[in-house]
């Protein structure tokens, strides 16, 4: 196996361990995921299937693309700790920012209404590792695996 192909096998498998990871925590420990969590999955899912393409096919533009998606995971995760560190404010559909003044008394009270699963937040930090949150762990990991992918792309020179 070419040296390309190792580091986008091992940029692959960290995509695969951090997802692995937040489902783990999500279905086998309960903690349930918040709007920005689940955007974060989003980018790690690609960067399995673009590595599962890398390692098909030989197209170098490939390793820019799995980095490129590690990046934006990166970047999520570095938004989502600033939410939830209150160094800026979060989306209003998970942050606690949008009020309640469109709901009526009785909407509020009805405890027969059911809107699906509780509301999860996104500027409370659901489990700490080392004073790191969930999403600050993620964009460290991520960022790291960035730099995986251009390495593989400057190996497949």
């Known amino acids: 196996m070419t040296q390309s192909k190792t580091l986008i096998l091992l940029a692959s498998a960290g995509s695969v361990a951090l997802l692995g990871g937040a489902l783990i925590s999500q ?4 903690l349930a995921p918040c709007e920005m969590c689940i955007w974060q999955r989003w980018p790690h899912a690609i960067a399995i299937v673009i590595g599962a ?7 170098r533009v490939l390793a820019l693309l799995g980095a490129l998606a590690a990046f934006v995971t990166g970047a999520i995760g570095v938004f989502h700790t600033g939410v939830e560190r209150d160094w800026w404010e979060g989306i ?4 606690g920012t949008s009020g309640i003044s469109n709901t009526s008394i009785n909407d509020l009270l009805n405890p027969a209404i059911d809107a ?7 500027d409370q930090v659901a489990f700490e590792f080392l004073s790191l949150s969930m999403a600050s762990w993620n964009a460290l990991f991520s960022f790291a695996l960035v730099l995986v992918w251009l390495a ?3 190996a497949a020179k």
Do not use: H, N, Q
């Open 152 to 154: 593989a792309w400057r």
């Open 53 to 59: 393409l890398a390692l098909a096919v030989k197209a």
């Open 92 to 95: 209003t559909e998970c942050s």
């Open 27 to 30: 279905y086998f420990f309960g």
């Open 116 to 122: 699906g699963p509780p509301l999860v937040r996104c």
